[in-house]
């Protein structure tokens, strides 16, 4: 899964790439950086994760993971900065917005820089349709196909959507209309957590951006979220380690990390869970999308375990925990189910894969 990280200019993008990633690239108030592309990898935090590990004690322990692409600040107008593959392969985006004061940017007013960003999304996409169009009307004058004129009218249909301003991740698509639309990658279409990064010294108000701001309208969009951090306090919190890091966020007010905050929500925001695989070895967290079957699931472990796929072998987190990670045990308890492939895996089970490859 990859997550893009987009906003204004100087919003503090790469601030919070750095942060995310464990980057060092670096950040500016003057440099535009134009043209450059970050990309690095994200763990999602989990303290399920962290409790199975010291259960196991395996040589490895991974957790799930996004990529992440940070891009160069888009302007007003500046759209054509999004044209890039890694960026509009991306699942979801990350808006950053500036709700830090530096005379240099002006008044801060997230409520417009969320308005302006969305508005480059859809203009962007409104040319893509538009184009489209043009050759679809082309090709049909000259030789008419089923498949041309139901592409025509499913594009016709988004380019309502986005002349009347309305992001295509609002739109409810049917199955047939959403495959003829995949192959776009349109942007507005990208679920999408607005970030609203905070001045350090309003931190402690983080849990009201949505009332302090005006966003209240946001929260209840089709996939989309709102979320806060401030990246520089963020910056110092990272610098700590655990004790101490516990202290700091306490002074200002705060439970947890930023961080861990956000990349849960980007891991709901995609309508993700994960399940584990335990032992010696490693202990993994896997990221499927909810509603998984078995052998599906399987499938992101090793493609050969979901064409051999036989059972899987599947117990809670709760379950094994209890169990001090004793499958022999759980299995007394009765507590350890055999599932067939259609089985649909939920948040925070462990499955251990029975497959058979022919050889
Ligand atoms: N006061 C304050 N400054 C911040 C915060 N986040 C970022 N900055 C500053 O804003 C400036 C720009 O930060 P970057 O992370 O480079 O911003 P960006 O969005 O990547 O910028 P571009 O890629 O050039 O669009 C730097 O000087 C940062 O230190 C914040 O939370 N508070
Ligand atoms: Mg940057």
Redesign the pocket.
Known sequence: MKIGLI??????????FNLLTGSTVP???Y???RGELHTGIARVPDPRVDRLSALFQPKKTTYASFEVV?L??IAKGERAGLETKEFRNADALLH?VRA???PALGALDPRRDIDDLETELILADLEVVERRLARLEASIKKRRTDAEVREQEILKKLQAALEAATPLRALELSADEARVVRGFTFLSQKPILHCV????KAVGEGERVVERFGLGGLTSRPHTRVGWA????EAEVARLAGDEQQAFLADLGLTEPALRRLLSDCYALLGLISFFTVGDDEVRAWAIPLGTRAQDAAGTVHSDMARGFIRAEVTGYDELVAAQGSFAEVRARGQLRLEGKDYVVGDGEICHIRFNVAK
């Open positions: 906003g204004l200019p100087k919003s503090g993008k790469t601030t919070l950040t500016s108030r440099e535009t950086g940070d160069a600040g950053v830090f004061t530096d990064n905070l001045d350090e401030s990246a520089v306090i």
